[in-house]
């Protein structure tokens, strides 16, 4: 009887101690909430193709990531996803030691991925004659200068407004 429970008690340190605190607590990946204005983007991960907004991704914990979101007539905008150390990794120093806190960073279950929610509110892109427009605005003094330019950077159209007093 007495080895059965030496056997238990080893069996129960070696799992215990094989284990991270973290891991356990909230797993190798975490879900990150995308959404658009206007709705129905496509959303790029690390250059996937993942689906549309509004969408809800599960990324891994152990890498940072950049989220695109792209639709026709607006320009692109892209976010940067960065892993940060989690607050539960505090835990395999108290209870853990190396070996959970190891498994922890092993697994990516050391981190939390910021910002968990991602809204994006796209900028429409002007166009003249179907090719896409930079619009450029220029405040010199009272006079308001747009510079509307093609993809090489050259200008289009340059309307000037002045204000009167």
Same mark, same amino acid.
């Given at each position: 009887m007495k080895r059965y429970i030496?056997?238990?008690?080893?069996?129960?340190?070696?799992?215990?101690l094989s284990i991270g605190c973290a891991t356990i607590i909230h797993g190798s990946t975490q879900d990150i909430s995308?959404?658009?204005a206007p709705d129905d983007a496509e959303v790029w991960v690390d250059g996937a193709r993942i689906g549309k907004t509004p969408t809800r991704l599960t990324l891994k914990r152990g890498d940072s990531h950049i989220i695109k979101v792209q639709k026709e007539g607006f320009k692109e905008a892209?976010?940067?996803?960065?892993? /940060?150390?989690?607050?539960?990794?505090?835990?395999?120093?108290?209870?853990?030691?190396?070996?959970?806190?190891?498994?922890?960073?092993?697994?990516?279950?050391?981190?939390?991925?910021?910002? /968990?929610r991602v809204d994006f509110n796209l900028t429409k892109i002007a166009q003249l004659d179907g090719q896409p427009?930079?619009?450029?605005?220029?405040?010199? /003094?009272n006079i308001?200068?747009?510079?509307?330019l093609d993809d090489q950077g050259n200008p289009v159209v340059v309307a000037t407004i002045t204000w009167a007093d």
């Amino acid at each position: 009887m007495k080895r059965y429970i030496t056997n238990a008690v080893l069996l129960f340190l070696v799992i215990r101690l094989s284990i991270g605190c973290a891991t356990i607590i909230h797993g190798s990946t975490q879900d990150i909430s995308v959404a658009s204005a206007p709705d129905d983007a496509e959303v790029w991960v690390d250059g996937a193709r993942i689906g549309k907004t509004p969408t809800r991704l599960t990324l891994k914990r152990g890498d940072s990531h950049i989220i695109k979101v792209q639709k026709e007539g607006f320009k692109e905008a892209n976010v940067m996803v960065e892993k /940060d150390v989690s607050a539960w990794i505090i835990g395999n120093v108290i209870f853990g030691g190396l070996i959970g806190c190891a498994i922890d960073f092993i697994s990516g279950g050391a981190y939390d991925l910021k910002p /968990d929610r991602v809204d994006f509110n796209l900028t429409k892109i002007a166009q003249l004659d179907g090719q896409p427009l930079d619009i450029h605005a220029a405040n010199l /003094d009272n006079i308001k200068e747009f510079r509307f330019l093609d993809d090489q950077g050259n200008p289009v159209v340059v309307a000037t407004i002045t204000w009167a007093d």
